[in-house]
């Protein structure tokens, strides 16, 4: 039983926006705008569903002028990109790492408002 409890956690993380959406608002409970930057629409959607608010996507809506946690994916065809793209889009805006999503190919990052 044990065994598979730790399977269901690992598939689960692997799997599904909803652990990402709780580590996320225990990271920072105090910021209520999430952004994504080339993760997979079921990522995008769901975040939004687990956080019950919608998530701005930077490529369709740029960039919130508050601050924000931002979800970027860093693995996969478009990663040796992402960084440049990136760093582009938040020219003249502080942002730091928060933590890494290795199982899903993800970073998250605070970023400061305007």
């Known amino acids: 039983m044990e ?3 730790r399977v269901i956690h690992l598939l689960d993380r692997a799997y599904s ?4 959406a709780e580590q996320l608002a225990a990271s920072a409970p105090n910021v209520e705008t999430v952004a994504v930057f080339r993760v997979r629409r079921d990522i995008e959607y769901g ?5 019950n608010r919608e998530v701005v996507n930077y490529d369709e809506s ?18 040796a ?16 790492q928060l933590f890494a999503w290795p199982e899903q190919g993800l ?3 605070l ?4």
């Open 17 to 20: 926006a909803r652990p990402l």
């Open 111 to 114: 970023v400061g408002s305007r």
């Open 47 to 51: 975040l939004s569903f687990y956080r």
């Open 62 to 79: 740029g960039v919130p002028d508050e601050q924000h946690l931002l979800v970027v994916r860093v693995t996969g065809k478009q990663a």
């Open 107 to 109: 970073m998250v990052y």
């Open 81 to 96: 990109d992402t960084q440049g793209a990136l760093e582009e889009y938040l020219e003249g805006r502080h942002y730091e």
């Open 3 to 5: 065994a598979s409890k």
